[in-house]
Protein backbone atom coordinates (compact mmCIF):
# COMPACT_ATOMS: atom_id res chain seq x y z
CA UNK A 1 0.00 0.00 0.00
CA UNK A 2 1.39 3.65 -0.88
CA UNK A 3 1.51 6.11 1.31
CA UNK A 4 -0.98 9.00 0.96
CA UNK A 5 0.43 12.16 -0.88
CA UNK A 6 -2.00 14.18 1.08
CA UNK A 7 -0.97 13.24 4.59
CA UNK A 8 3.12 13.01 3.77
CA UNK A 9 5.10 15.72 5.91
CA UNK A 10 5.51 18.88 3.54
CA UNK A 11 8.68 18.93 1.38
CA UNK A 12 10.94 22.20 2.42
CA UNK A 13 11.34 24.61 -0.15
CA UNK A 14 14.38 24.89 -1.93
CA UNK A 15 17.25 26.61 -0.02
CA UNK A 16 20.64 27.87 -0.27
CA UNK A 17 23.10 28.11 2.40
CA UNK A 18 26.80 29.60 2.23
CA UNK A 19 29.11 27.40 3.13
CA UNK A 20 32.94 28.73 3.37
CA UNK A 21 34.54 25.36 2.77
CA UNK A 22 37.86 27.56 1.61
CA UNK A 23 38.41 30.00 3.89
CA UNK A 24 39.72 28.37 6.04
CA UNK A 25 42.74 26.43 3.91
CA UNK A 26 43.18 30.87 2.26
CA UNK A 27 43.52 31.59 5.39
CA UNK A 28 46.61 29.38 6.36
CA UNK A 29 47.90 29.73 2.72
CA UNK A 30 47.84 33.66 3.33
CA UNK A 31 50.02 32.90 6.40
CA UNK A 32 52.21 30.38 5.31
CA UNK A 33 53.20 31.78 2.33
CA UNK A 34 53.46 35.17 3.24
CA UNK A 35 56.06 34.44 6.77
CA UNK A 36 58.16 32.68 3.62
CA UNK A 37 57.81 35.83 0.96
CA UNK A 38 58.49 38.17 4.46
CA UNK A 39 61.54 35.74 5.22
CA UNK A 40 62.92 35.77 1.50
CA UNK A 41 62.54 40.42 1.43
CA UNK A 42 64.13 40.14 4.55
CA UNK A 43 67.03 37.48 3.36
CA UNK A 44 68.33 39.71 -0.09
CA UNK A 45 69.06 43.11 1.59
CA UNK A 46 71.54 41.45 4.11
CA UNK A 47 72.56 38.95 1.27
CA UNK A 48 73.46 42.06 -1.05
CA UNK A 49 75.12 43.54 2.01
CA UNK A 50 77.45 40.44 2.79
CA UNK A 51 77.84 40.36 -1.07
CA UNK A 52 79.15 44.22 -0.92
CA UNK A 53 81.23 43.63 1.99
CA UNK A 54 83.55 41.01 0.30
CA UNK A 55 81.45 37.58 2.01
CA UNK A 56 80.61 35.86 -1.71
CA UNK A 57 79.07 32.96 -0.64
CA UNK A 58 77.51 33.79 2.28
CA UNK A 59 76.21 37.09 0.21
CA UNK A 60 75.08 34.99 -3.02
CA UNK A 61 73.71 31.75 -0.76
CA UNK A 62 71.66 34.89 0.98
CA UNK A 63 70.54 36.71 -1.99
CA UNK A 64 69.21 32.99 -3.73
CA UNK A 65 67.09 32.50 -0.88
CA UNK A 66 65.83 35.35 -1.00
CA UNK A 67 65.07 35.34 -4.36
CA UNK A 68 63.41 32.21 -4.32
CA UNK A 69 61.28 33.35 -1.32
CA UNK A 70 59.91 36.56 -2.56
CA UNK A 71 57.38 34.73 -5.14
CA UNK A 72 55.60 33.10 -2.56
CA UNK A 73 54.38 36.97 -1.75
CA UNK A 74 52.40 36.72 -5.07
CA UNK A 75 50.91 33.31 -4.05
CA UNK A 76 50.11 34.75 -0.51
CA UNK A 77 48.43 37.86 -2.09
CA UNK A 78 46.97 35.44 -4.75
CA UNK A 79 45.23 33.39 -1.83
CA UNK A 80 44.24 36.30 -0.03
CA UNK A 81 42.40 37.60 -3.09
CA UNK A 82 40.57 33.63 -3.40
CA UNK A 83 39.68 34.00 -0.10
CA UNK A 84 38.00 36.96 0.01
CA UNK A 85 36.09 36.28 -3.52
CA UNK A 86 35.33 33.03 -1.36
CA UNK A 87 34.02 35.23 1.55
CA UNK A 88 31.99 38.02 -0.95
CA UNK A 89 30.49 35.24 -2.87
CA UNK A 90 30.31 32.20 -1.18
CA UNK A 91 29.52 28.21 -2.30
CA UNK A 92 26.34 27.44 -1.74
CA UNK A 93 24.77 24.58 0.13
CA UNK A 94 21.49 23.78 -1.85
CA UNK A 95 18.32 22.11 0.02
CA UNK A 96 15.88 21.20 -3.01
CA UNK A 97 12.79 19.10 -2.51
CA UNK A 98 14.93 15.94 -3.92
CA UNK A 99 18.27 15.98 -3.35
CA UNK A 100 20.90 18.12 -1.41
CA UNK A 101 23.16 19.87 -3.86
CA UNK A 102 26.57 19.99 -2.97
CA UNK A 103 29.41 22.69 -3.55
CA UNK A 104 32.84 21.74 -4.94
CA UNK A 105 34.68 22.67 -1.94
CA UNK A 106 32.56 20.36 -0.17
CA UNK A 107 32.21 17.28 -1.95
CA UNK A 108 35.79 16.31 -0.81
CA UNK A 109 38.86 15.24 -2.28
CA UNK A 110 38.99 11.93 -4.24
CA UNK A 111 39.97 8.59 -1.96
CA UNK A 112 43.67 7.72 -2.05
CA UNK A 113 45.06 3.96 -1.77
CA UNK A 114 47.76 2.98 0.40
CA UNK A 115 50.54 5.15 -1.43
CA UNK A 116 48.75 8.06 -1.68
CA UNK A 117 47.58 7.98 -5.02
CA UNK A 118 44.50 8.95 -5.94
CA UNK A 119 41.71 5.93 -7.01
CA UNK A 120 39.64 7.98 -9.29
CA UNK A 121 39.40 11.53 -10.47
CA UNK A 122 36.04 11.97 -8.75
CA UNK A 123 34.99 13.40 -5.00
CA UNK A 124 34.67 11.49 -2.41
CA UNK A 125 30.83 12.31 -2.74
CA UNK A 126 28.73 13.40 -5.84
CA UNK A 127 27.04 16.48 -6.83
CA UNK A 128 24.17 15.41 -5.35
CA UNK A 129 22.65 13.72 -2.81
CA UNK A 130 19.07 12.46 -3.28
CA UNK A 131 17.00 12.45 -0.19
CA UNK A 132 15.30 9.82 -1.06
CA UNK A 133 18.78 7.71 -0.75
CA UNK A 134 19.51 9.07 2.61
CA UNK A 135 19.35 6.25 5.34
CA UNK A 136 20.60 8.08 8.43
CA UNK A 137 21.15 12.09 9.64
CA UNK A 138 22.28 12.85 13.32
CA UNK A 139 23.63 16.21 14.73
CA UNK A 140 26.43 15.34 16.49
CA UNK A 141 29.41 17.59 18.33
CA UNK A 142 29.67 20.08 20.68
CA UNK A 143 27.25 23.06 20.72
CA UNK A 144 29.29 25.67 18.80
CA UNK A 145 31.21 23.03 16.45
CA UNK A 146 28.22 20.67 15.63
CA UNK A 147 28.40 18.41 12.56
CA UNK A 148 25.56 16.88 10.69
CA UNK A 149 25.97 13.42 9.02
CA UNK A 150 24.51 12.05 6.67
CA UNK A 151 24.65 8.63 5.70
CA UNK A 152 23.21 7.88 1.49
CA UNK A 153 25.59 4.69 0.43
CA UNK A 154 28.27 6.67 -0.80
CA UNK A 155 31.75 5.97 0.43
CA UNK A 156 31.35 7.99 3.77
CA UNK A 157 28.89 9.38 5.26
CA UNK A 158 28.76 13.74 4.00
CA UNK A 159 29.00 15.34 7.11
CA UNK A 160 28.06 19.22 7.17
CA UNK A 161 30.32 21.45 9.54
CA UNK A 162 28.39 24.38 11.73
CA UNK A 163 31.96 26.28 11.44
CA UNK A 164 32.18 26.41 8.12
CA UNK A 165 28.64 27.98 7.86
CA UNK A 166 26.60 30.84 10.07
CA UNK A 167 24.97 29.17 13.13
CA UNK A 168 21.23 30.01 11.94
CA UNK A 169 21.78 28.68 8.65
CA UNK A 170 22.85 25.61 10.18
CA UNK A 171 20.42 25.05 12.59
CA UNK A 172 17.86 26.15 9.53
CA UNK A 173 19.42 23.67 7.55
CA UNK A 174 19.15 20.48 9.97
CA UNK A 175 15.32 22.12 10.84
CA UNK A 176 14.46 21.44 6.94
CA UNK A 177 16.12 18.31 6.42
CA UNK A 178 14.11 16.80 9.65
CA UNK A 179 10.92 17.93 8.30
CA UNK A 180 11.63 16.13 4.77
CA UNK A 181 13.53 12.95 6.38
CA UNK A 182 12.37 12.66 10.06
CA UNK A 183 12.71 8.83 9.95
CA UNK A 184 16.63 9.37 8.84
CA UNK A 185 17.20 11.26 12.36
CA UNK A 186 15.28 8.24 13.82
CA UNK A 187 16.81 6.06 12.29
CA UNK A 188 20.80 7.73 13.28
CA UNK A 189 23.24 5.15 14.91
CA UNK A 190 23.06 5.71 18.76
CA UNK A 191 27.06 5.10 19.33
CA UNK A 192 27.46 8.99 19.57
CA UNK A 193 25.26 11.82 21.32
CA UNK A 194 22.49 13.15 18.86
CA UNK A 195 21.45 16.60 19.88
Not at 23 to 49: N, T
Not at 115 to 132: C, F, K, N, R
Not at 173 to 185: I, K, N
Request: glycine share 10%.
Amino acid sequence: MEPDPAHAPPLPAERAYPYYAGWQAACCSVFFFGLIGSIGVALFPSGYEKFRAGQLPTGIALMIMGLFGIPTLVMSFLSLVAGVRDRLAPPLLRLTATALVLPMGARGAPPEDGDGQPLSAEPLHPAEIALAAVRWAKRDGPRFNATLDIEYGGRAPFRVEQALMAFADFDDLERALRAALPGAFAAAPADSQTE
